[in-house]
């Protein structure tokens, strides 16, 4: 059975806190058991923290208000779309079917995932594009201001060497 990292739980608690609404008493364990909160590391230019030092848990998604629980299932189509953009190199154990993706690039996961949260999170995508955009332009200015900066230090270089 497929494995995904902590990133599921951890992230799914701080962005679907308040989701998990009602008084169901169903006590599950599903072998996630920390005697402590987790280190959590932020994944840059995202929303979503994951703990790297937790155990893995099995091919479901989960949610808790806190590292001891109570667990609840995700349905795929409710997984929060950051956490489903997240790389691959983010999953402790990625599935042997995600091999021909590149580590840095978001899974290839099916139409039915995520649909219900991005239906529920419309101006959530909006921003998500919008900080998208403004990134890659930041990133082709730092570029181009890295590449003026090589060409002069190359210019005064063969300038240097003439002398």
Partial sequence: ??????????AAIALLGGAAAGQAQVSVNIGINLPAPPSLVIIPSTPVAYAPAAPANNDVWYLGPTHHGPWAVVAPAFVPVPILRLP??????PPPHWKHVRRDAPPPWGPGWGHEWEKANKEYEKEWK??????????????????KEWKEER???KKAGKK
């Fill in 88 to 93: 691959v190199r983010y999953y402790r154990v």
């Fill in 1 to 10: 059975m497929h494995r995904r990292t902590m990133v599921l739980g951890f």
């Fill in 130 to 147: 919008k900080a998208e955009k403004e990134e890659e332009k930041e990133w082709k200015r730092a570029q181009k201001e890295e590449e």
């Fill in 155 to 157: 210019k005064a270089m």
